[in-house]
């Protein structure tokens, strides 16, 4: 089991920036992949990111790419997402992913453990 703890949500203008942390926990020895995902009201789960457990690749989703990165911290544990540029249509839950299985890692089928969520709320 791994227990994924997601923090650093809030509110902020169009423009600002905001920095989401999730901290990995338990059988962390077994994850290949850490993504992060979004979800507005009425929308589908939505790809963000990702990063192999190496942090050698990373991808990121058309709509984030150029704004967003991600980063890890071994030590830690912990993976980052840097949002840059924020937009009103950023606004979202963001979730974070954890991938032991060999699925997609540009879906939400492909990701094993999930944390609880954040709100990202970002105003005009």
């Known amino acids: 089991q791994v227990q994924l703890a997601e923090s650093g949500g809030g509110s902020v203008q169009a423009g600002g920036s905001l920095r989401l942390s999730c901290a990995a926990s338990?059988?962390?020895?077994?994850?290949?992949?850490m993504g992060w995902f979004r979800q507005a009201p009425g929308k589908e789960r939505e790809f963000v990111g990702t990063?192999?457990?190496?942090?050698?690749?990373?991808y990121y989703g058309d709509s984030v790419k150029g704004r967003f990165t991600m980063s890890r911290d071994n030590a830690k544990n912990t993976v980052y997402l840097h949002m840059n540029r924020l937009k009103p249509e950023d606004t979202a839950v963001y979730y974070c992913?954890?991938?032991?299985?060999?699925?997609?890692?540009?879906?939400?089928?492909?990701?094993?453990?999930w944390g609880q969520g954040t709100q990202v709320t970002v105003s005009s």
């Open positions: 990063t192999n457990w190496s942090g050698f690749n990373t």
């Open positions: 338990g059988s962390i020895f077994s994850i290949n992949a």
């Open positions: 992913a954890a991938r032991m299985s060999s699925g997609s890692i540009l879906t939400p089928i492909g990701y094993d453990f």
